[in-house]
């Protein structure tokens, strides 16, 4: 199946080479304003091609995104120095309201997966310019996944076993839901104590901030994210196209809350086809509103 990649910058370029990788589809496109670079990323991606999975991949206009089952919006301005998150929101929100309709007349069918941040409320605006399509954010798969690797590291096991939630906003507010955190099926506290490891409030507030500043520190030191998000993109990608049904923390419309936020989703074909409500204690839950207030301030503003 084809998936089609918009903004071949890094986060969109990365994706691509996931997707690549884990032999994800049988085709990727990628198409940027800058044509240049979208050809050059395809080119260097096709060439990994041959020694993986020989997955076809090429560049073109946003017309060539035609046939895609899932296309990933990866395309828009990045945060400069100074800059505010709400001056980010009014730039992408303009690049989208002109490229959103470009991309449903080319690919009408397709799952929009939304990757520009700040991926919340430009979900929701990807939503009005496209009623009728299927539409969803990377939300909090990522960040998810930065929690769970962060008490793999304390637990001494494989992160695949390790269950865990970060909910609401992908950014400043979001909830790391420790009520829903599990190791081999324990509480983390209980795994911890039935393995004789160290578990204070002290680690669990260092995982807290290791998660929620995870992407801070790794800018600091090499200006951009893009590998955990590839990833992050091109597994949501493979739930929509095998119709697999799994269970991530992706961004969408939520009529609850007025406004798109990250709650555990079943994805599959055809995107979101089921949302979760995990039962939170009441500081969780509270938390979850105050994020889900942030988030439609920040749309009253871009309104």
């Known amino acids: 199946m084809k998936v089609g990649v918009v903004g071949a910058g890094l986060v969109g370029a990365t994706a691509a080479y996931a997707l690549t990788l884990r032999g994800s589809c049988s085709e990727v496109i990628l198409t940027d304003q800058n044509s240049d ?7 260097d991606i096709a060439h990994a091609a041959p020694v993986s999975h020989g997955v076809r991949v090429g560049s073109g206009p946003v017309a060539d995104l035609r046939d895609s089952a899932v296309v990933i919006v ?103 839901a420790w009520s829903t955190a599990s190791v081999a099926g324990l509480p983390v506290a209980d795994f911890m104590a039935a393995r004789g490891r160290e578990w204070t409030p002290e680690i669990r507030a260092q995982i807290d901030a290791d998660t929620r500043g995870a992407a801070a520190q790794i800018i600091g030191g090499k200006h951009a994210t893009y590998y955990g998000i590839g990833a992050a993109l091109a597994r949501i990608t493979e739930r929509v196209l095998g119709d697999r049904r799994g269970i991530l923390t992706v961004s969408a419309p939520t009529p609850e809350f007025g406004v798109s936020l990250s709650l555990p989703r079943v994805v599959g074909r055809g995107g979101v086809v089921d949302t979760i409500s995990p039962a939170l204690t009441g500081p969780e839950r509270q938390a979850l509103e105050r994020s889900a207030a942030v988030l439609r301030d920040a749309l009253a503003a871009l309104d």
């Open 74 to 176: 990866a395309a828009g301005a990045n945060q400069k120095p100074g800059e505010s998150r709400l001056d980010l929101l009014q730039k992408n929100a303009a690049i989208f309201r002109e490229l959103i309709p470009q991309v449903v007349a080319a690919a009408p069918g397709a799952t929009l997966l939304i990757a520009t941040n700040p991926v919340d409320v430009l979900t929701d605006l990807t939503a009005r310019l496209a009623p009728g399509a299927s539409v969803m954010g990377s939300g909090t798969v990522l960040d998810s996944a930065r929690f769970r690797h962060l008490i793999a590291g304390h637990a001494g096991v494989d992160g695949t076993h390790v269950h865990g939630y970060v909910l609401g906003e992908h950014g400043d507010s979001e909830v790391l």
């Open 37 to 43: 670079r979208a050809r050059a990323e395809a080119q």
